[in-house]
């Protein structure tokens, strides 16, 4: 079966610092692979998706960088935070066909 | 710009009771709409899937129905219980990806179910 492991799962980052999270999915082969983040008193938002190794794309102009090195591995990373960074980024996966929708566990992001 | 509204945004009933969460969605050219639970710090959790050519979906004391044309998804919940307490949120898959180019969300429904 699929399985998506996302880690950390709390973490709390000075400003100014860099940022790594890694999802990775098990199970399946050439997901499509998503960030999202939901951020206090606002819906999810997504940010990132990628449909293949290497292949990114932005839904909003941001602080933050995505990456796909393998193809079941998406790294959400940013040189330097700042306070609106702050929030519940969520790693998801698909297959190509419009599937279902799974979701990781969460990291909750502080920024302080 | 896809939009997604949820009503009602809280909602608190008895248990038992059956009822019903509503979604509406501005563009109706969407590949699929799907209803998530959420439980607090947690992530989502698939409970339907509505392709675009679909009318509704079950899954136990779960019905979803979808009305493309209108813009208009329901979630019935039959005989609800105290575990149905979470948050429900509505997502659209939009048309042109192919199934690939992610979700908008609504904003939820925070559901309490009194014991």
């Known amino acids: 079966s699929q399985t998506i492991h996302q880690w950390p799962a709390t973490l709390v980052q000075p400003v100014g610092s860099p940022l790594s999270l890694e999802c990775t999915v098990e199970?399946?082969?050439?997901?499509?692979l998503y960030w999202y983040r939901q951020a206090a008193g606002r819906g999810l938002q997504l940010l990132f998706y990628?449909?293949?190794?290497?292949?990114i794309s932005s839904e909003v102009p941001q602080n933050l960088s995505a990456s796909r090195p393998q193809d079941r591995q998406f790294i959400l990373s940013s040189k330097k935070l700042l306070l609106s960074d702050s929030g519940f980024y969520l790693c998801?996966?698909?297959?190509?066909?419009?599937?279902?929708?799974?979701f990781g566990q969460g990291t909750r992001l502080t920024v302080v | 710009k896809q939009e997604v509204t949820q009503i009602p945004a809280a909602l608190s009933v008895p248990e038992g009771e059956n009822l019903v969460l509503n979604c509406s969605f501005t563009?109706?050219?969407?590949?699929?709409l799907q209803w998530f639970r959420q439980d607090p710090g947690k992530g989502l959790t698939s409970l339907l899937l509505i392709q675009s050519s679909q009318r509704e979906q079950t899954s136990g004391r779960l019905n979803a129905s979808l009305d493309k044309s209108s813009g208009r998804s329901t979630l019935y919940i039959a005989a609800s219980q105290p575990g149905d307490s979470a948050t429900y949120l509505c997502a659209v898959e939009r048309g042109e990806g192919g199934g690939a180019d992610g979700l908008t969300f609504g904003k939820g429904t925070h559901l309490i179910i009194q014991p």
């Open positions: 998801a996966w698909t297959l190509t066909g419009g599937t279902e929708a799974f």
């Open positions: 563009d109706s050219a969407i590949y699929n």
């Open positions: 199970g399946t082969s050439n997901p499509n």
């Open positions: 990628s449909v293949g190794i290497g292949q």
